[in-house]
C-alpha cells in the first residue's frame, strides 16, 4: 500500500498536472474574477468601527506568504474564501460546523477550523494550508510511509494539524498524539498509522528549514 | 447563513453602539465556534455581527491584587496554559482541558464558553429552546432524553454546555458587563435563567450587554474539576463536578460543590456542600456528600445513568483534594 502510494506521488510530480489541476482549469476563470485590484481595496470605507456589509467588502487574506485582496460578504468563511475564491481546495468541507476538522489550516500557527472562521476575521493573520507543504515534506511522507489514511478525505486536515502539533513537540510520544490531534476525526479508522507517522514526522521536523 | 453586516469595532463602548435592542438585530462574535454553526443551521440569524476581537485589552489575564481578571477574549488555549490560573485554580486548568479539540480552544473564548447556546438536538434541530411539538408540547421527557437534565426546571428539559461555568460558579467568580445604562456585575451563578417561552433566551443577559471580563477571588481555596465522559476526546462530558473547599488541615471550613451537565444551569449542590462543611474530608464523607448531591434528581426515561455520572463526579473532585 505503502508503495503504491508513493509511486502515485512521484507520478504527479513527473507528469507536473494531477486529476485535480485539470479538474480546477475551468474553476480558475471563475476565481480570477473574484480578484480584486490594490487600488480598489484601498478606496474601502476607513474606521474600525464602520459597519460593512451584508454585500461584498474587500477582505485582503495572507494564505502560504501570498497576499490575496478579495471582495467576499462578510458571511464567507475562511473555508470558503480558500475554497471557492482562491482554488485552494485541500482544505476539505466536511461538517462545515467545526466538529470533524477536515477543514483544519493555521492562523498564525495555530490549528483552526476554516469553516468556523469568518474570512473577514482572518484579515492579518498569516495563514497556512496543506498546499504551503512541499509534496516531500516529512509529515506527508510519514502519512504515506505508515498507511495513515483510507480514503484520503481527511487527510489534508489531519496533516495540517499534525504539523502544528508536531512544531511544537517534536519528542511526543504517540498518547501525546491522541491528545494533540482529538481535534480530527477519520471515519477510515486510521489512527494507528497516523499515530505511528505523526511521532515519527515529529522527530524528522525538529531541525529540518520549512517544516 | 443568511447574510448580515459585520462590524469591528476597537473599544467596548462602540461595540454597545453598534448593538440592536433585540436578539434578531444583532449578535456579539468572539471565537464564532458556535454562534456560526447556529447561523448556518439557521437557529439564530442576527442582521449584524459585532466582532469583540480587535477590542484592546479584552484578551488578557491579570492578576490584581487577590484577585484574577480574566478577559471575555481569551481564549480557551490562552487559559490552559496560563501559569497564574494553573496555581490558583486547577480546576479551570482541568475544565479547559476538558474542552478536547485543540482548533476549538484556539477560537474559543472564554465568554463565548459561558454564552455558548444548549446542545440538546431538540434545539439545534429548530424545536426552540423548550423543545416543544407544534402544540406546544414538550418533546423531551417522551423523546430522545439520553444526555437530557436530570435535574429539569420549568420546562427546560436541556442541559447548559459550559465547561468553565460550574468551575467558575465554585470559584465564586462575577461577570462584568458592558451595555448601554454602563457597567454592571453579576456573580456567574445568577447568569443563567430558565426561560419560560421559546422567544427568551438562557442568560440574564440583555442583547445589548457584552460579557467584557470574568474575576474570580484568588482566596486560596482548594479547588478541582473532574469531569465523566463517553469518549475521552472531542465530545461533551456526561456529567461534572467542579469543587471549591476552604480546609483547615483535614477539615472542611466552607464548601463549594457545583454540578455540571445535569441541568438547564450548572447546580449548586448545596445538600453536598452541608455534608461538608465542617466536617472532616475523609472517604465516608466524600460518599455522603456525593450521595447527597444527586439527592432529588428527576432522571427521565433514557438518563437515570447520570445519576450515578454524576455522583462519581463528586467523589472524584472531591478525592482529588483529601
Known amino acids: 500500500m505503502a508503495e503504491k502510494q508513493r509511486g502515485r506521488a512521484s507520478d504527479r510530480l513527473r507528469s507536473g498536472i494531477s486529476r485535480r489541476d485539470f479538474l480546477r482549469g475551468s474553476g480558475a476563470l471563475a476565481a480570477a474574477t473574484a480578484l480584486r485590484t490594490a487600488t480598489e481595496a484601498a478606496a474601502a470605507p476607513a474606521g474600525a468601527a464602520s459597519v460593512v456589509g451584508p454585500g461584498p467588502v474587500p477582505v485582503t487574506l495572507t494564505v502560504n506568504g501570498q497576499t490575496h485582496r478579495l471582495k467576499l460578504e462578510p458571511r464567507v468563511t475562511l473555508l470558503d474564501a480558500l475554497r471557492n475564491h482562491l482554488d485552494l481546495t485541500g482544505a476539505k468541507k466536511v461538517c462545515d460546523r467545526g466538529t470533524c476538522g477536515a477543514c483544519t489550516v493555521l492562523l498564525d500557527g495555530a490549528p483552526v477550523y476554516a469553516c468556523s472562521v469568518l474570512a473577514i476575521d482572518a484579515q492579518g493573520h498569516k495563514i497556512e494550508t496543506v498546499e504551503a507543504l512541499s509534496p516531500d515534506h516529512p509529515m506527508i511522507q510519514a502519512f504515506v510511509d505508515h498507511d495513515g489514511l483510507q480514503c484520503g478525505f481527511c487527510t489534508p486536515g489531519f496533516v495540517m494539524a499534525a504539523v502544528a502539533f508536531a512544531r511544537q513537540n517534536p519528542e511526543c510520544s504517540e498518547e501525546d498524539v491522541c491528545r494533540g490531534l482529538s481535534g480530527n476525526i477519520c471515519r477510515c479508522g486510521t489512527y494507528v498509522g497516523i499515530r505511528e507517522a505523526v511521532v515519527e514526522a515529529a522527530r524528522k521536523m525538529r531541525g529540518a528549514a520549512n517544516a | ?322
Open chain 2, 1 to 322: 447563513m443568511n447574510a448580515f453586516e459585520y462590524a469591528s469595532p476597537q473599544t467596548v463602548q462602540e461595540a454597545v453602539e453598534l448593538l440592536g435592542p433585540g436578539w434578531q438585530d444583532s449578535a456579539v462574535l468572539a471565537g464564532g465556534t458556535d454562534l456560526l454553526s447556529l447561523m448556518k443551521d439557521g437557529i439564530v440569524s442576527p442582521r449584524r455581527l459585532v466582532n469583540i476581537k480587535r477590542i484592546r485589552g479584552l484578551d488578557r489575564i491579570e492578576l490584581i491584587g487577590d484577585v484574577v481578571r480574566i478577559g471575555a477574549t481569551v481564549t480557551l488555549e490562552q487559559l490552559l496554559r496560563d501559569a497564574t490560573i494553573a496555581a490558583r485554580f486547577p480546576s479551570l486548568t482541568q475544565a479547559a482541558a476538558g474542552v478536547t479539540s485543540p482548533q476549538i480552544r484556539n477560537m474559543g473564548t472564554v465568554a463565548g464558553d459561558l454564552c455558548q447556546r444548549p446542545r440538546c438536538w431538540y434545539f439545534r434541530a429548530g424545536f426552540g429552546i423548550l423543545a416543544t411539538g407544534p402544540d406546544g408540547e414538550p418533546l423531551v421527557p417522551a423523546g430522545d432524553n439520553r444526555y437530557h437534565a436530570i435535574f429539569p426546571e420549568g420546562q427546560a428539559y436541556y442541559v447548559h454546555p459550559s465547561s468553565l461555568a460550574p468551575a467558575l460558579i465554585a470559584l465564586e467568580a462575577t461577570v462584568e458587563i458592558h451595555g448601554p445604562q454602563g457597567t454592571r456585575e453579576l456573580p456567574v451563578e445568577e447568569l443563567y435563567r430558565i426561560p419560560g417561552s421559546n422567544n427568551e433566551r438562557e442568560l440574564n443577559l440583555g442583547p445589548r450587554e457584552i460579557i467584557t471580563a470574568i474575576t474570580i477571588p484568588a482566596n486560596g481555596v482548594k479547588n478541582a474539576t473532574y469531569e465523566v465522559r463517553q469518549r475521552q476526546l472531542l465530545d461533551w462530558p456526561l456529567a461534572t463536578a467542579s469543587v471549591a473547599l476552604r480546609l483547615s488541615g483535614r477539615k472542611v471550613v466552607s464548601a463549594r460543590v457545583v454540578l455540571g451537565h445535569v441541568g438547564p444551569r450548572p447546580r449548586r449542590a448545596t445538600g453536598a456542600e452541608a455534608v461538608l462543611n465542617g466536617a472532616e474530608l475523609n472517604e465516608q464523607r466524600i460518599e455522603a456528600a456525593a450521595r447527597a448531591a444527586v439527592q432529588g434528581a428527576r432522571p427521565l426515561s433514557r438518563n437515570g445513568y447520570k445519576v450515578q455520572l454524576a455522583q462519581v463526579a463528586v467523589k472524584r473532585a472531591l478525592a482529588s483534594l483529601a
